[in-house]
């Protein structure tokens, strides 16, 4: 099955500094890469998905990138701010692939940002 | 207010005792899942399913079950087989079960007493 490897698992940024958060994943099947964000005692909030036929995907301050030859996908976020600081979650699945991957997603262990003022 | 609910937020359970974790979607969606997530640790599938009347185990189903008895609602029971269910429990839903977008509840913390 997919496995996901994410790091690092803790990251301390200064107010306005970048943050990039990295996965590597198993199974080339894989073409659904969300990255989620939590925050303390709530549910994973989507904010930000890329397709594997694309290399880069951005939403105003978040970019997500994607490298199918090394299976590696990154999170970055550039002005961070302290309202980023959370819990980030990346995972992966094969979207529509069937068998007993269809409709699982597998995350990565985590990573804690916190954004320093 | 479209969106997933789940209840209670906190839930406490006795030894022996099964408790049953509620979640209910009005998105339309087909498929539902149940995450279960410990501290430190990413979020691990317990039950999905993706049409009524039909779920299917995930990783870590031993000590759980569900039912889907209508499109809306997927029950989560812990039973007193689970030895060790002190955890966030997290409720999910998505269009299609095809690993599309998966939309999450705000989750209930289960401890033990």
């Known amino acids: 099955g997919e496995n996901v490897e994410q790091h690092p698992s803790t990251l301390s940024v200064q107010e306005g500094d970048s943050a990039v958060i990295k996965c590597t994943y198993s199974?080339?099947?894989?073409?659904?890469f969300p990255w989620y964000k939590q925050e303390l005692g709530k549910g994973p909030q989507l904010i930000i998905d890329?397709?594997?036929?694309?290399g880069e995907k951005k939403d105003q301050r978040i970019a997500v990138t994607l490298n199918k030859t090394a299976k590696h996908f990154s999170l970055h976020i550039t002005e961070t701010q302290p309202e980023d600081s959370a819990v980030y979650f990346c995972?992966?699945?094969?979207?529509?692939?069937?068998?007993?991957?269809?409709?699982?997603?597998?995350f990565g262990q985590g990573t804690i940002l916190t954004v320093h003022p | 207010d479209g969106g997933i609910t789940q209840s209670p937020k906190y839930l406490f359970r006795k030894e022996g005792q099964n408790v049953t974790l509620s979640c209910e979607q009005n998105l339309n969606h087909d498929a539902m899942y149940w995450y279960r997530q410990d501290p430190g640790q990413g979020l691990r599938l317990i039950y999905y399913?993706?049409?009524?009347?039909?779920?299917q185990k995930g990783d870590i189903a031993e000590g759980y079950s569900v039912s889907r008895e209508k499109k809306e609602s997927f029950p989560l029971t812990v039973t007193s087989a689970q030895k060790n269910p002190t955890a966030f429990y997290l409720c999910?839903?998505?269009?299609?079960?095809?690993?599309?977008?998966?939309?999450f509840g705000p989750g209930t913390r289960l401890l033990v007493l």
């Open positions: 999910a839903s998505s269009i299609v079960g095809g690993g599309e977008t998966q939309y």
């Open positions: 399913s993706q049409i009524v009347n039909d779920f």
């Open positions: 199974d080339s099947a894989s073409n659904y």
């Open positions: 890329i397709r594997s036929n694309v």
């Open positions: 995972a992966a699945t094969a979207a529509n692939a069937g068998g007993t991957s269809y409709g699982k997603l597998t």
